[in-house]
């Protein structure tokens, strides 16, 4: 069969081509450039606990070699710090003094928020670093094949492939079994299929500097919100200083709307001003080492899958105002569609499976472009809520952290709660502390060859996890209560299944009772928990999972037409 095609070499086009040959589907990677990402320390990307995860799982390479995971978090507004996190640390803690003697000078006197943090930081990273990593994983996978100085200009499909036509040095025609246009903003893919792509322009600018300093809050990441040194402009100044390993900062101002063009001794001033006014007055040395423009797109496509062609990533969606990354949730994408895609490659068409894809996706997306959209104006528009209710700018400071902190509405990974893979509810359905749709927490399991794993080290390879909870099974060799109990059934159970799948075991889980049995997707999202070995619950939810026992293939054109 032929290959998956995928169009544009970022981090989205790339993490899809290795999640796919994890579960041996091959993939031809067009790239239009030369197969080089130029180093630039001013473009950089920040990545939650899942997205970290998967890349370096699908890389093999830990990516704190080429990053940075913050000691902690600092919430300031004017000269009061009115939040902190201190990862790694559970429970809350007093102030440092820094923070105590702000709080004390404030006006209001108001004590600061200062809270531990049991889960692990985000990862700040430059993204070039990153493509490098991916790309030399490639270069060792036999199953993909990058294609440089390769543009597409035109895309055919029929109802059993695809074609994409590629113009430069060596033009030529591919042939594949689907297409993803991974390719930005401006995505070739997306307007070959006609895809509308609404939304609004530049919702937020940022003035960037990557320079090496030495700031008060060393490896602490900040969001100064109206310093005191600058007040000017509507939106009342703010900062965000996130830290790079070998004492390189990031440091991001919110510009004024408008389109005010940010001249190098305007870059300058900022950069000094601001680092004499955390130093107490005076400007520590530094090195400017690289500046850029960041303009914040909100923008949604219509559709994401025409046929056999299909959009991920920027090609889909722009977001990335208040603090959110838009690339965890290209990611994301690729995580979500590289097990159907798979699936669909070895088995055959399967129309529900493939299209649940668009469904689970864009209603996530769409869900934190709305959360956005809907606290903008609040956040950036001067007097708002502030103006009504007193602390409703405490209020504030949170609801960024938590964005750029990966949490709350506009920064915590989705759930597919309405999911057309959900599954049948049935009496033997248990609750616990993750709900159905929504990514399991990673707890260590032991694997069927006795190992000691981390659960999302089993993700991605195409199986479907079923996890047995049971207490007192980790001081034991698994050969010791492999064969008692209940897992004898439930291994047959498991044998049964629709799709292949791996039975893991669980010393616990969260909210979960000794003998629940998690049903897990290659991606990471609880199908279902059950109370017990119910062999006839436990296919049915994986048939639901899998999109449904028999696929009815549709034309291209009827695909097209009912998106």
């Not at 990677?29 to 990545?47: H, S």
């Not at 919110?254 to 900022?270: A, F, I, M, Q």
């Not at 979500?336 to 669909?344: D, M, P």
């Not at 959900?422 to 707890?443: C, F, K, R, W, Y």
Request: proline residues 8%; hydrophobic residues 40%; charged residues 20%.
């Amino acid at each position: 069969m032929d290959p998956v095609i995928i169009v544009g070499a970022g981090p989205v086009g790339l993490a899809l081509a290795l999640a796919l040959a994890r579960q041996d589907v091959p993939s031809v990677v067009l790239d239009e450039g030369p197969g080089k990402d130029e180093q630039r320390l001013a473009r950089t990307v920040v990545l939650q606990e899942d997205t970290a995860a998967l890349l370096e799982r699908l890389s093999g390479v830990p990516l704190t070699e080429g990053g940075y995971r913050w000691t902690g978090w600092r919430s300031m507004r004017r000269k009061q710090t009115v939040r902190q996190v201190r990862f790694g640390e559970v429970g809350p803690e007093e102030p440092d003094g820094a923070a105590r003697n702000a709080a004390k000078g404030s006006r209001n006197g108001a004590e600061d928020t200062v809270e531990g943090s049991a889960g692990p930081p985000p990862l700040h990273i430059p993204q070039h670093v990153l493509t490098t990593a991916l790309r030399e994983a490639i270069a060792e996978e036999r199953l993909v094949k990058i294609a440089v100085e390769s543009r597409v200009d035109a895309v055919e499909q029929e109802a059993s492939g695809v074609t994409a036509h590629t113009r430069g040095p060596k033009s030529t025609w591919w042939r594949g079994s689907y297409l993803v246009g991974c390719d930005g903003p401006r995505s070739t893919v997306r307007k070959l299929q006609d895809i509308r792509f609404p939304g609004r322009t530049a919702v937020e600018r940022h003035a960037v500097a990557a320079l090496r300093v030495e700031l008060p809050w060393p490896g602490e990441a900040l969001l100064h919100r109206m310093p005191p040194w600058r007040m000017s402009g509507p939106s009342g100044g703010e900062v965000t200083a996130r830290p790079l390993d070998d004492g390189i900062w990031r440091l991001d101002w919110l510009l004024p709307p408008g389109k005010d063009l940010v001249t190098p001794e305007l870059l300058v001033t900022r950069v000094r001003e601001t680092l004499a006014g955390w130093s107490g007055g005076s400007t520590p040395p530094y090195d400017l080492l690289d500046t850029g423009v960041h303009t914040v797109h909100h923008r949604l496509a219509r559709r994401w899958r025409v046929g056999r062609v299909l959009l991920a990533g920027d090609a889909a969606h722009l977001l990335g105002a208040l603090g959110t990354q838009g690339l965890d949730e290209g990611l994301r994408d690729a995580d979500n569609l590289a097990w159907k895609l798979a699936l669909a490659w070895h088995h055959g068409p399967h129309e529900a499976l493939l299209n649940s894809y668009q469904a689970e996706r864009r209603a996530v997306v769409a869900a934190r472009l709305r959360a956005a959209d809907q606290a903008l104006p609040l956040l950036r528009g001067g007097k708002g809520l502030r103006s009504y209710v007193p602390g409703s700018g405490r209020g504030h400071d949170a609801l960024l952290a938590d964005a750029h902190l990966g949490r709350g509405p506009l920064g915590a990974p989705g759930a597919y709660t309405d999911s057309p893979l959900m599954a049948p509810h049935t009496a033997s359905e248990v609750p616990i502390d993750t709900p159905p749709g929504a990514q399991v927490v990673d707890v260590q399991v032991t694997a069927e060859d006795g190992t000691f794993v981390p659960l999302r080290d089993r993700l991605g390879r195409g199986a479907l996890l079923v996890v047995l909870v049971a207490p007192g099974t980790g001081v034991w060799e698994r050969r010791h209560w492999v064969s008692a109990g209940i897992m004898p059934r439930l291994a047959a159970a498991v044998s049964a299944l629709p799709h292949s799948a791996e039975l893991l075991v669980a010393e616990s889980y969260p909210g979960a009772a000794a003998h629940t049995v998690l049903l897990v997707r290659p991606d990471g999202h609880l199908v279902t928990a059950l109370n017990g070995v119910r062999p006839a619950d436990l296919y049915a939810a994986a048939e639901a999972a899998l999109g449904g026992a028999k696929p009815q293939p549709e034309s291209t054109e009827a695909t097209a037409a009912s998106h």
